[in-house]
Nanobody
Framework: QVQLVESGGGLVQPGGSLRLSCAAS????????MGWYRQAPGEERELVAH???????NYAESVKGRFTISRDNAKNTVYLQMNSLKVEDTAVYYC??????????????WGQGTQVTVSS
């Protein structure tokens, strides 16, 4: 199994910043891609940002220029730096990893989610 543990959520005022972290742990696995998704109340879960093994990234249009995803492959950790936060960024943020394990097909793993609330 692979476990993803997120941290860094919280309450912040509009225009503020937060940094989310997600560390993957387990045995005999290799991470292919990592990303962040979010889900606001009554909404579908949506991709926020995504990063591949070689560092290629893509972002939702709504966060481009404000959010930055990065990754430490040695630590199996992905980060999401969120700047200029807006009220509409309020959601539960989920870490995702697409993982390869010996003898198994690659599959998705999810963190438990961390709440980000942007409010004055």
């Amino acid at each position: 199994q692979v476990q993803l543990v997120e941290s860094g959520g919280g309450l912040v005022q509009p225009g503020g910043s937060l940094r989310l972290s997600c560390a993957a742990s387990g045995s005999r696995f290799s991470i292919i891609t990592m990303g962040w998704y979010r889900q606001a109340p009554g909404e579908e879960r949506e991709l926020v940002a995504h990063i591949t093994n070689d560092g290629s990234t893509n972002y939702a249009e709504s966060v481009k220029g404000r959010f930055t995803i990065s990754r430490d492959n040695a630590k199996n950790t992905v980060y999401l730096q969120m700047n200029s936060l807006k009220v509409e960024d309020t959601a539960v943020y989920y870490c995702n990893a697409f993982v390869s394990r010996i003898g198994l097909f690659p599959s998705d793993y999810w963190g438990q989610g961390t709440q980000v609330t942007v409010s004055s």
